[in-house]
């Protein structure tokens, strides 16, 4: 069976590297343990994700099926990913991909101490992996700013992050646990861009609301049906 709903072989892709390296950040921040256990099932659950869909991808230049959203149109815009990066017709590529990331950043854990336990490349890590996350909305939030709709949104996919948001904060603020300020502020940022979505949806689900004159099927690809795989 394949595919029939759009999806973006993108969303693995950045919930695999923000994962991954919140895993490296832990070896030189020892944050809360929920946190890393977090990070490692998200890492499994993204990867047999990446693997269903890898599997079930249908013939390039099918419609309704699995895409290189949000980013597949940047070529239209004279923006072309460097070596196809993730837009790769086989799925080999794809697993070497994520091998050679996750062997890097172990040579340097293992045969680098002094740079994996500076406070400079900690801290990157940190900052990196989370700021990677917390853009999973943004996306989204331009489809609808340039088309003036929410259409393909749906609410309840958008009221689910806002809670999962104030669920994360309420732990991160209120925990025994040390939770570090690269998690807290990462957090706060990815509950603004949720809520804005939530304001987005309200503004754009007014009648009175003008939509967008003319039709911007270039940006399709940002306007399809949002799937709710976060792990928060």
């Not at 693995?12 to 990070?39: C, D, E, N």
């Not at 996350?133 to 700013?145: G, M, R």
Request: aromatic residues 14%; proline residues 6%; positive net charge.
């Amino acid at each position: 069976m394949r595919l029939r709903s759009c999806f973006s072989l993108d969303i693995p892709l950045i919930m695999l590297v923000a994962s991954i390296l919140k895993v490296f950040y832990w070896f030189g921040h020892y944050y809360s343990l929920s946190l890393l256990i977090q990070a490692v099932i998200t890492v499994g659950v993204q990867i047999i994700l990446l693997k269903v869909a890898l599997d079930n991808r249908p013939s390039p230049g099918v419609k309704n099926s699995v895409e290189h959203v949000p980013f597949s149109n940047l070529e239209e815009k004279g923006l072309v990913r460097p070596y196809d990066f993730w837009q790769w017709k086989s799925a080999k590529p794809y697993w070497m991909c994520l091998a050679y990331f996750i062997a890097g950043l172990s040579v340097v854990q293992i045969l680098l101490p002094p740079i994996a336990y500076s406070e400079f490349y900690v801290n990157l890590l940190g900052y990196a992996g989370l700021a990677v996350e917390a853009t999973l909305p943004i996306p989204q939030i331009i489809a609808n700013h340039r088309s003036r709709s929410c259409t393909g949104f749906r609410l309840s996919v958008v009221a689910a992050w806002i809670l999962g948001d104030m669920m994360k904060l309420s732990y991160f603020f209120t925990s025994a646990e040390e939770i570090p300020w690269s998690f807290k502020l990462c957090a706060l940022f990815q509950c603004v861009c949720d809520l804005y979505l939530g304001l987005q949806f309200w503004m754009y689900s007014r009648p009175s609301f003008p939509a967008a004159s003319t039709p911007r099927p270039q940006n399709a690809g940002w306007g399809t049906e949002e799937k709710d795989i976060r792990m928060t």
